[in-house]
């Protein structure tokens, strides 16, 4: 079952995951089609945030298109767990952070706003856990638009879109940034955004308009926290395939029902040898094995051994670092 029971807290979370509006007044066109006022629309999603259902309203980018990003590993010793993961967390570029069940047992994802910064992010939290680090490259998406539906509990995934990334202009990283952190959740949040960015609200709106339709926003909307809000059973699940064969597996996998994210990424020789990875969220363990089962039988996926990685804590999720910020001390 769900944990949102509220139908208008449901509509809310159901209705604007993504298409989120652009307009002077966006929380006022969600009120017109729920049959509110916008106070009370703003009020509902700031008390979601508080209790930490919700995460923003705001956006995702896709990876690797205004900015870098890698998932990432390490082996920490189960009697310092927390102490190594909130050196991780002490880094302003790592935006997740999941204990999972294996020897590898810290997973996290580094952004920057290049190559450089997210390789400077890994050199000191290797230099100071002491533990090496893996460093898993992403290679290419097959579905990394995650969303969850409220009310029947089910997916609605969005057919894949095409990125053009010709359409950046000088000025977007810092449009991009305030998304990825989040809207304000006030009457005219697109002004405040402009104000704080020394810009008319027109000019805001229009390249948000531009970066959404181009693909480079992936999703503006709100972002919901999936293990508050039920999905408690989170796996991430490797598939040890060559790289010839990831053409056909992976839209495969990533077409599979309860498959929520699916992507290619560069495998570690002698130590990491999994190219395809996929992430089922799901309610319990058995549900989540049940989608597994369903996976491993595909035939595109034939012979390939996987392993299972289920998540046991969050200890960090936030919006992606585009721009440059200073290290953490």
Known sequence: MCHITDPIDRRLLDDWQRDFPVADRPFQVLAAALGLDETEVIDRLARMRAAGRITRVGATVAPGVASASTLAAVAAPEDKVEQIAAL???????NHNYQR?????????????????????????????????????????????????????????????????????????????????????????YAALARSLNRTPEDVMNRIRVLHKAGVISRLGVIVRHRALGWSANAMVVWDLPADRIDHAGPALAAHPGVTLCY?????????????????????????????????????????????????????????????????A
Request: proline share 7%; net charge positive; aromatic share 6%.
């Open 88 to 94: 991780i967390d002490a880094e302003p570029g790592v």
């Open 101 to 189: 069940e294996d020897d590898w047992n810290l997973w996290f994802v580094a952004t920057g706003p290049d190559r450089a910064h997210v390789d400077a992010t890994l050199a000191r939290i290797s230099d100071r856990t002491g533990l090496r680090v893996l460093d898993l490259r992403l290679v290419r998406p097959f579905n990394v638009d995650l969303g969850f539906r409220m009310s029947d509990c089910s997916r609605r995934v969005p057919r894949p879109r095409a990125v053009d990334r010709s359409v950046l202009r000088q000025g977007d990283r810092d449009i991009l940034q305030a998304l990825s952190a989040g809207l304000p959740l006030m009457a005219d949040p």
């Open 264 to 328: 290619e990424r560069q495998p570690v020789e002698g130590v990491w040898p999994y190219r395809l990875y996929s992430m089922i969220h799901a309610r319990s363990r058995s549900e989540a094995r049940g989608i597994l089962a369903g996976a491993a039988a595909l035939p595109e996926l034939a012979g390939a051994t996987h392993k299972v990685l289920f998540s046991t804590r969050c200890f960090k999720q936030t919006g992606a670092l585009i721009k440059p910020k200073e290290a953490a």
